[in-house]
Each structure stands twice: as structure tokens, then as C-alpha cells.
T-cell receptor, first 109, second 113 residues
Framework: QKEVEQNSGPLSVPEGAIASLNCTYSDRGSQSFFWYRQYSGKSPELIMFIYSNGDKEDGRFTAQLNKASQYVSLLIRDSQPSDSATYLCAVTGANNLFFGTGTRLTVIP | DGGITQSPKYLFRKEGQNVTLSCEQN?????MYWYRQDPGQGLRLIYY???????QKGDIAEGYSVSREKKESFPLTVTSAQKNPTAFYLC????????????FGPGTRLTVT
């Protein structure tokens, strides 16, 4: 079982819609959770982090964490074509982060 | 500006040659990491360092070597023993080793023919 699992997609949503990206993890001891955005050919960019159960909002982005169910999600409201990218979920391990393989999001104008 | 720099952006080498990728950070971060990313795949950890003069193997360390002589610098050498070295190499750093977010440099795309 992989430490972090994501649906590879592609996930396509129309412009203005809500994009929902999901991630599950295997280590119940994980304490910190991160979402990165990676444009094609570029390096990952941190967009959200969450430590506590519940929701955390930052602009159009909302991260949701449910430790009991071991999942973390990212909602993107009012999706824009510029949001088209691969989104990586990352979860803390003993000495570093475990990354999922990413979900490719396409926002259709 | 604070950040992580990697050089060069693109690197071409012949098989059998060792090559060193540079990674420098001025964020005063203690921990640094090297990842490899292949097309359509996730990030795989090569090596990481939590403090100066100390580093640990990641999941795919074979054929790679690193040094951490200065806090700011964490160069990666891809040796001729690495069987499939062509990939996108990413350096990252974090304030501390556990529980902290990692910030990435722009990456080096290595092509070996």
C-alpha cells in the first residue's frame, strides 16, 4: 500500500465550477498535510497546508482534513484555466514528506 | 530575494560521465532534499540532509552521491553507476526535518545519451 494515494485523473471541470481533489494516506501518525501545484515542466509550488481536522480556506482554495478517515482534500472554487495543473498531496513521514503521484486538473474555458 | 536556486536548468551528458547538479538556498533552512521525477510519475526521494555534514539515503539512492559541507548548499552527483539517469531533478528545503513544508527549486532537467 502506498503511503499517499491520489486519483491520477485527468479531472476536467468547466471554468467557474468547483474542482474537488482527494487524497488518502496510510500513516495514522501523520500530523501535517500539504497541497502543491505543479505546472507542466515546472517545479511544485506550495499552495496550502493544514494541520487540524476541519477546513482551512485561503482565497479560492479550501483544504479539508479528516484524520479519522485518513483523507485530505482540496477544493478550488471558481476554477480558472490558469488552475490547470497537476496537484500533489504530501503527508509528513518520520523524516520527510511522502508525496502522492498527483491529480491532473484541466479547467475548460 | 530568498529562495532556492538550481543550476543548470538543462544539462546534457554522455553515458559514463559523472555529473554534479547544484542546489543553493538562502532561506536559512536546516533540511535539504533531492528528488527525482520521471514523466507522469510522482516524486521519489534520493537523499536528504537534516544538518550540515550529515545526510541520509532516500528511496532511490543507488548511483547518486551528495555532500553537505555548508548549510546553504547540497550538491547532487549523478554517477555513471546510475542506470537510468535521464530525469527531472528537484531540490527542496525546509526549516526542519519533520512536519514542515518543503519549498522547491526550479529543477534541473538532465538528459544522458
Amino acid at each position: 500500500q502506498k503511503e499517499v494515494e491520489q486519483n491520477s485523473g485527468p479531472l476536467s471541470v468547466p471554468e467557474g465550477a468547483i474542482a474537488s481533489l482527494n487524497c488518502t494516506y496510510s500513516d495514522r501518525g501523520s500530523q501535517s498535510f500539504f497541497w502543491y501545484r505543479q505546472y507542466s515542466g515546472k517545479s511544485p509550488e506550495l499552495i496550502m497546508f493544514i494541520y487540524s481536522n476541519g477546513d482551512k480556506e485561503d482565497g479560492r482554495f479550501t483544504a479539508q482534513l479528516n484524520k479519522a478517515s485518513q483523507y485530505v482534500s482540496l477544493l478550488i472554487r471558481d476554477s480558472q484555466p490558469s488552475d490547470s495543473a497537476t496537484y500533489l498531496c504530501a503527508v509528513t513521514g518520520a523524516n520527510n514528506l511522502f508525496f502522492g503521484t498527483g491529480t491532473r486538473l484541466t479547467v475548460i474555458p | 530575494d530568498g529562495g532556492i536556486t538550481q543550476s543548470p536548468k538543462y544539462l546534457f551528458r554522455k553515458e559514463g560521465q559523472n555529473v554534479t547538479l547544484s542546489c543553493e538556498q538562502n532561506l536559512n533552512h536546516d533540511a535539504m532534499y533531492w528528488y527525482r521525477q520521471d514523466p507522469g510519475q510522482g516524486l521519489r526521494l534520493i537523499y536528504y540532509s537534516q544538518i550540515v555534514n550529515d545526510f541520509q539515503k532516500g528511496d532511490i539512492a543507488e548511483g547518486y552521491s551528495v555532500s553537505r559541507e555548508k548549510k546553504e548548499s547540497f550538491p547532487l552527483t549523478v554517477t555513471s553507476a546510475q542506470k537510468n539517469p535521464t530525469a527531472f531533478y528537484l531540490c527542496a528545503s525546509s526549516i526542519g526535518p519533520t512536519g514542515y513544508e518543503q519549498y522547491f527549486g526550479p529543477g534541473t532537467r538532465l538528459t544522458v545519451t
